[in-house]
Nanobody, 123 residues
Framework: QVQLVESGGGLVQAGGSLRLSCAAS????????VAWFRQAPGKERQFVGV????????YYADSVKGRCTISRDNAKNTVYLQMNSLKPEDTVVYYC????????????????WGRGTKVAVSS
């Protein structure tokens, strides 16, 4: 069973950039699609984007297109979320999720989740 560990969150000024990492522990991402979600307090998890295993294709929510890039390093069993032009409203917790058979934006479908990493953007 793959375990996911996010890192890279922290405090950044508006307009800045962060790169979040999602590492697989106790297994590999081989065959898994990996998605990023974000969640504000009291709200549902919101899809950010996903990267597929085979082709490394990426799909993004309209709200982050042009500001976010997902990539993966299969040798390191790590998926990255590069975020640019950060805004105060990006201050939420970011989660990565993985699934061997689903590629989509529904948080309910993904089998494996990390614990999240918090991003804070100051104005």
């Amino acid at each position: 069973q793959v375990q996911l560990v996010e890192s890279g969150g922290g405090l950044v000024q508006a307009g800045g950039s962060l790169r979040l990492s999602c590492a697989a522990s106790g297994g590999t991402f081989s065959g898994y699609s990996v998605a990023w979600f974000r969640q504000a307090p009291g709200k549902e998890r919101q899809f950010v984007g996903v990267i597929t295993w085979r082709a490394g294709s990426t799909y993004y929510a309209d709200s982050v297109k042009g500001r976010c890039t997902i990539s993966r390093d299969n040798a390191k069993n790590t998926v990255y979320l590069q975020m640019n032009s950060l805004k105060p409203e990006d201050t939420v917790v970011y989660y990565c999720a993985a699934d061997p058979s689903y590629i989509g934006l529904s948080a309910r479908i993904y089998d494996y989740w990390g614990r999240g990493t918090k991003v804070a953007v100051s104005s």
